[in-house]
């Protein structure tokens, strides 16, 4: 039986690596989105402000966004000596595609990548200069590898949770081939390759699975993303190896629109293990970059059936508008 050693959530975003006097670069994208997703509503900036009542000028301040953005460095710093700390023999990733790996012509629900190995490329020069005028070059320097990186993948065992979900009643899109444009691989997407490069020190095997959050029509609801993390922790228990798996979710907590609230209200309930809670959440307050908390709820539900509890190292609200754009920042371990 395989043993789930250590779990962690962390968010992922531009802000963890953007000096916060350049937060503005963000800044000045929120203020062209015609699309802010907040609660059960969307926005261009101008409504959003109205709305918010443009309250966040003072969280905006130099002091307020370095004193946050220190925090996040340090809560980054020790999911790698909690990681590294656990040893574990392989590491499962939760994470949402970000039209990296799946376009728009296919776009799986569920998916978990289980060939040998997986490559994760360093961007080529045309890409990063996409990324730079897109405000993303700090992004790019804790999202992708410098030099072009290859991980194992403990291809049975990621077939088996494959295999064990189908059983469940999860019909999980199979990967056995990272997919490829012209014989060039796609991009291993950023939810997986921030981890490797910020967090970890090592370089572990990994499993990556894929949740699409992010793109309509065909998102999980929060209780499908806990059934299914629930199916996943009794498939990794059933597993005949012995093998030392730690989990982690990536992304979230709200943005590009911070709420606050809803960022405790679901970190609380993952805490107390209050699971009716946790998927009582509207389905509609997961859009945009706010989705990404259904990779927690994942996890969540991966880890409920173990010893494992949930300590949160810190949350913090990283803003970049005064109508409260930027990033809830959160960052956990289960151990
Ligand atoms: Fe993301």
Redesign the pocket.
Known sequence: MAEIVLGFGTS??PLLATPPEEWDLRGAVDRKNTELAWRDRTYDYPALAQARGATFAPMNAGDVRAERFARCQRSLDELGQVFEAAKPDALLIV??D?HEWFMADIQPAFSIFHGDTLLNRALTREEMARQESSGLKYAAQIYYPVQDETYACPSALASHLVRSAMTDGFDVTSCAQQPADAGVPRRL???FG?IYRRILRSRPPLIPVMVNT?YPPNQPSPKRCFEFGRALGRAIRNWPGGERIAVAA???MTHFVVDEEMDHRLLDAMAKRDYDRLVSEPDIHFRS?TS?IKNWIVVAGILAETELRMNLLDYAACYRTEAGTGSGMGFAVWS
Do not use: K, L
């Open positions: 992922h975003g994470g949402d970000h997407g950023h939810s921030f992010y990536s992304g979230g970059g990404e």
